[in-house]
């Protein structure tokens, strides 16, 4: 399997818990997932399908994509002649707790740890001159509080006369099976022994945990390993020992999951950090 040589990762050196990624003329697509980090980036060229929980957009250049942590999403470029077509972009991904951090400086109206974005995307000059002074000081620059106060202006920008938005709650037997999910997250569950723990039958947990969280119970699953995956790759776990420690059935499935959530093998992505 080829790797795809037109996107790129780096972790920042100066903001330490962002994660940069960067595609270049890229036909990736990806599936349905989501991210713990906040994600925001700015589309270079081309045009794309962009799908966040149940609403979907047509997204072009100089548009700002922002997607919160936990949110169900897929961007895929607009196919031409049954294919899919170039795009660029580039992309942040923040830590929410850092996130947060940086959201009680420009505000104090917060309910929970962090205040989501309100909308998907955002057509906005100022917006799109702030991102481009962001990115490029965590790109070219070596100071960082140069990077502490690029990204302070952003989060002002997005944050700062933020609405009351607030993320809706899961009710206690979906919360119960998500924590089952998450805390033997190695494991082969049943669906009917997840079902039988909290009174509900195969079909209502499929149908009441996908309205909740946006995926049915196996597929978020999956997402979750994928995301422990991209953090044990950068801290030099082999690609069989991730496999492993996260209960894929073998590296092959491993790997393809991987791609099918990045867009790159487990190879690639992890090269970028681990020389």
């Not at 922002?66 to 580039?90: F, K, M, V």
């Not at 620059?141 to 938005?165: D, I, K, M, R």
């Not at 209960?247 to 992505?269: C, E, I, M, N, W």
Request: hydrophobic fraction near 35%; charged fraction near 20%; proline fraction near 4%.
């Amino acid at each position: 399997m080829k790797p795809d040589n037109t996107v790129t990762f780096k972790q920042s050196t100066l903001l330490p818990w962002v994660e940069l990624r960067i595609a270049d003329n890229s036909h990736a697509c990806y599936d349905a997932h989501s991210h713990d980090e906040f994600s925001f980036g700015i589309i270079d060229s081309g045009q794309a399908c962009y799908t966040n929980q149940k609403r979907s957009n047509q997204i072009s250049q100089g548009d700002i994509v922002t997607i919160n942590p936990g949110d169900i999403h897929a961007c895929n470029p607009e196919r031409r002649l049954n294919q899919a077509a170039a795009w660029s972009y580039r992309m942040l991904f923040v830590d929410s707790r850092e996130m947060a951090k940086y959201q009680r400086e420009v505000s104090s109206k917060h309910a929970f740890d962090y205040t989501p974005f309100d909308s998907d995307y955002q057509r906005s000059t100022r917006m799109t001159q702030q991102f481009e002074a962001l990115f490029h000081c965590l790109s070219f620059e070596n100071c960082p509080l140069a990077a502490q106060t690029q990204f302070l202006q952003f989060v002002a920008l997005c944050f700062a006369q933020s609405s009351n938005h607030s993320p809706s709650q899961a009710s206690p037997n979906l919360k119960r099976v998500r924590e089952m999910l998450l805390d033997d997250i190695a494991t082969s569950h049943q669906l009917e022994h997840l079902a039988e723990e909290v009174g509900l039958s195969r079909y209502q947990l499929v149908r009441n945990f996908k309205q909740q969280y946006g995926l049915p119970p196996h597929a978020y699953l999956i997402n979750e390993k994928i995301k422990r995956a991209k953090n044990l790759l950068k801290t030099g776990n082999t690609i069989s020992e991730v496999a492993h420690q996260l209960g894929f059935a073998d590296q092959a499935h491993f790997q393809r999951q991987f791609k099918r959530k990045l867009s790159v093998t487990p190879k690639y992505y992890q090269s970028h950090f681990i020389d």
